[in-house]
């Protein structure tokens, strides 16, 4: 707690009255939705007293603070993974600071394996519910009372009411979303044919090495939460390819207007 208050507070010297009232977490080869922010200031993770640094190379490790769609918004470019090597308490460090920051709705991206059979590479994915495959939790430890329950509800994870309005935006800008279960693991590696039929099983349409940790502590926080996927490979019987780094990232260019256009307009109506 007293680390997040001093990174807290270290911010807020930074950007002054800038009261962020939304928070975006932006994943990977995800990252231009900057471009559509009028930057207030633009803080690098190495700068925030506490914070860790990103290791990944496609991230590149900034807290920006800015206005989207007229609304005040602070943005991670670049976020922790588990399987960086931090513990999942870096990991959702900066979601916890959103929340002291003032922060009132959560938004995620992510790049994601695709393994519902009718999803095609670059299709957008809206998250309506998760199955946490890490290997940790991000709340195990003393509970911090002032921040959340020991015992949180997880029963309505993904706000309905963003999931339903996420479809209008797709709709009147005329491009399909699909709604699906994303399930977290650790990685770093990507999974076998036989893992990834192992996950369509267990009930997973897309599979990545994010998003659920820091998706608990905002939830644990008591914050609405809207997360997208975005389908950067197809992991069903016959279409497993070979995956490397630059096709995710090509493939994450391709879905990124649409998926900046969801976020924005998401926050506009917010
Ligand atoms: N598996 C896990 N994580 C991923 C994948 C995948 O196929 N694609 C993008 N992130």
């Not at 807290?8 to 922010?37: C, H, M, W």
């Not at 497993?240 to 998926?259: C, F, G």
């Amino acid at each position: 707690m007293q680390q997040l208050q001093e990174s807290t507070s270290y911010l807020q010297k930074r950007i002054g009255d800038f009261a962020p009232e939304f928070g975006i977490i932006l994943g990977t080869g995800l990252g231009a939705l900057v471009n559509e922010l009028e930057i207030a200031n633009a803080i690098s993770y190495a700068e925030i007293p506490n914070f860790p640094v990103s290791t990944v190379e496609s991230h590149s490790g900034k807290l920006i603070f800015g206005t989207l769609a007229g609304r005040r918004v602070m943005v991670m470019q670049g976020r922790f993974h588990y399987y960086e090597g931090y513990s999942m308490e870096q990991v959702v460090f900066p979601v916890r600071v959103m929340k002291l920051m003032g922060v009132k709705k959560l938004f995620v991206s992510n790049a994601a394996g695709g393994l519902n059979p009718d999803f095609n590479t670059s299709d957008l994915m809206v998250i309506t519910d998760h199955i946490n495959l890490q290997p940790f939790n991000p709340l195990i430890g003393k509970n911090i009372n002032e921040l959340g329950p020991r015992f949180p509800d997880m029963s309505d994870v993904y706000d309905e009411h963003m999931v339903r309005e996420a479809m209008v935006v797709a709709e009147d800008a005329g491009f399909a979303v699909q709604e699906g279960v994303y399930v977290s693991v650790p990685g770093p590696m990507l999974e076998t044919p036989a893992e990834y039929r192992y996950l369509s099983i267990i009930g997973a349409d897309a599979v990545g090495m994010s998003t659920v940790p820091e998706v608990i502590a905002a939830r644990h926080m008591g914050m609405p939460v809207f997360a997208v996927s975005v389908i950067t490979d197809l992991c069903t019987p016959g279409r497993i390819k070979k995956v490397v780094l630059a096709d995710i990232l090509e493939a994450a260019a391709i879905a990124e207007p649409r998926m900046t256009h969801l976020i924005k307009e998401l926050v506009r109506r917010s």
